[in-house]
C-alpha cells in the first residue's frame, strides 16, 4: 500500500456522503488546497463555502449551518483554527452543541521551517479541556477512512488533526481494527506499554519491531481517541507490561503523556515515561527533520521504551 495523506481521505469520504445527502457541507478558510479539497469545492459547488482568511466566521458560520440541519465540516489550518477561533469553537460549537466537525489540517509541526506560529503543538490540551468537544487523531488514512464514516453517523462536535503530508499505513485495507471511541491495540507483548496518536504511531510499531530483535515485546495502543480518552484499554494493557512510554507531536503538558499518567497513577501505577516536542519553539525543518532530531523515531522510542524498564 502506499502513502495517502489523512485530509485526503477526508475529502474522499465527505465527497462519497455528498453524492446522496445534500445536508453535507464543506467550509475552508482560504485553505482548499491545502486541505485537499478542491475536488469537493469543484464537485459540489452549492454544498461549499469559502471565507477567506476568516477562521473565526468559518467555525461561527458552520454552527449556523448545523443549527439549520446541516452537516459542517469545517477545515482549516490546524495552528489556526485552534488558536484564532477558540472562542467560537468553545461556545459555537461546544457549548451550542451543533454538529460541526472542525478538521485541523497540517497538525503538529507539519508546516516545518515556518515556526512557531503555524505550529499547533498545544492543540489536544486546549480543545480536550472544552467540555463537549470529542478530539481524535488519526494514525493513517485507513482509520481516518473509519473514522470519517463513524463522525457522518452522529450530530455531536468534534476535533480532528491531521497531518500535511501523505503517511504510510499502519493498518491492512480490508483489516482496520476499528472501533469508535476505542483505542487499537497495534501490537501486543509483556515488557513495555507505548501509546501514541496521530503521526507517532507508525513510528511506535516500528520501534516495537525494533526492540523483538533485541528480545523486548511492546505493546502499541493507537490512542487515536484522544477525547473521549480510553481509560478502560489503557488500564487493561498498561496491567500486562513492566512500564508505559508515551509518544506524541504536542507539547509536554495536556496532551496523551499527561492524561496517561493521570489515569496510570489513580489505577495501576507504575513508570510512565513521555515523550513529546519540548515546551520551546523546535528547530527548523521538515517533519521528518523535526522528528529525528527530537528522537521522536523508531529508534529513539525504542531506546526510551529500554530505559523506562531499568
Known amino acids: 500500500m502506499g502513502k495517502i495523506a489523512n485530509k485526503q481521505m477526508i475529502c474522499e469520504v465527505l465527497m462519497d456522503a455528498a453524492k446522496t445527502d445534500k445536508n453535507v457541507v464543506a467550509l475552508c478558510s482560504d485553505s482548499r488546497g491545502s486541505g485537499s479539497f478542491t475536488p469537493f469545492a469543484n464537485t459540489y459547488s452549492e454544498q461549499f463555502v469559502e471565507t477567506g482568511i476568516a ?12 443549527k439549520c440541519g446541516k452537516k459542517a465540516y469545517a477545515v482549516s489550518p490546524a495552528c489556526f483554527l485552534t488558536t484564532r477561533s477558540y472562542e467560537q469553537c468553545k461556545v459555537d460549537v461546544a457549548y451550542s452543541n451543533t454538529n460541526v466537525k472542525l478538521i485541523g489540517i497540517s497538525g503538529g509541526v507539519s508546516y516545518g521551517a515556518l515556526g512557531m506560529s ?25 482509520q481516518t477512512r473509519e473514522l ?37 491495540v497495534v501490537t501486543e507483548g509483556s515488557d513495555v506499554l507505548i501509546v501514541a ?7 511506535a510499531k516500528d520501534a516495537a519491531e525494533l526492540l523483538k530483535k533485541e528480545g523486548v515485546t511492546a505493546t502499541v495502543l493507537d490512542m487515536y481517541c484522544v477525547k473521549p480518552f480510553d481509560v478502560k484499554s489503557l488500564i487493561r494493557e498498561a496491567g500486562k507490561v513492566k512500564a508505559v512510554v508515551t509518544v506524541e507531536e504536542h507539547a509536554p503538558f495536556g496532551g496523551i503523556g499527561s492524561m496517561t499518567a493521570q489515569v496510570i497513577g489513580e489505577n ?43
Open 55 to 66: 477562521e473565526q466566521n468559518l467555525v461561527s458560520i458552520a454552527a449556523g449551518l448545523a
Open 118 to 142: 503555524h505550529h499547533s503543538a498545544q492543540d489536544i490540551a486546549a480543545m480536550s479541556a472544552i467540555p463537549n468537544m470529542r478530539v481524535y487523531l488519526p494514525s493513517d488514512y485507513l
Open 148 to 184: 470519517m464514516r463513524a463522525l457522518l453517523k452522529d450530530e455531536k462536535p468534534a476535533y480532528i488533526r491531521t497531518g500535511r503530508n501523505a503517511v504510510a499505513p499502519v493498518y491492512e485495507e480490508e483489516k482496520v481494527p476499528f472501533v469508535m471511541d476505542q483505542a487499537t
Open 197 to 203: 496518536c496521530g503521526e507517532m504511531v507508525k513510528p
Open 268 to 310: 495501576c501505577p507504575k513508570k510512565v515515561l513521555s515523550m513529546s516536542l519540548p515546551d520551546a519553539p523546535v528547530i527548523t525543518g521538515n517533519s521528518r527533520e523535526v522528528f529525528d532530531y527530537y528522537r521522536l523515531n523508531a529508534a529513539g522510542i525504542a531506546e526510551k521504551a529500554k530505559e523506562a524498564l531499568r
